[in-house]
């Protein structure tokens, strides 16, 4: 069985933002998702950014779980 071995901060780190717990909880609190807006649409995602996301989520690459984890919390957020 495959796991993937990637991590809330290393997405982080991938998309080129501070990838410690405290960043990350700042982000998830000050960012969220209107219902019907796929993660790579966000308006504070940088071109690359969203381009690196949809291509993940399009390519079910193994960053693909912790991008839906991502989504999640931005939507509870």
Request: aromatic share 12%.
């Amino acid at each position: 069985m495959f796991l993937s071995t990637q991590s809330l901060s290393n997405l982080f780190a991938q998309l080129g933002l501070a990838d410690d717990e405290l960043s990350i909880k700042r982000f998830i609190s000050q960012h969220s998702l209107a219902s019907g807006t796929h993660l790579y649409q966000a308006s504070f995602w940088n071109p690359s950014q969203a381009q690196f996301i949809r291509e993940a989520i399009y390519e079910d690459a193994d960053w693909a779980e912790v991008i839906d984890q991502l989504d999640v919390m931005l939507r509870k957020a």
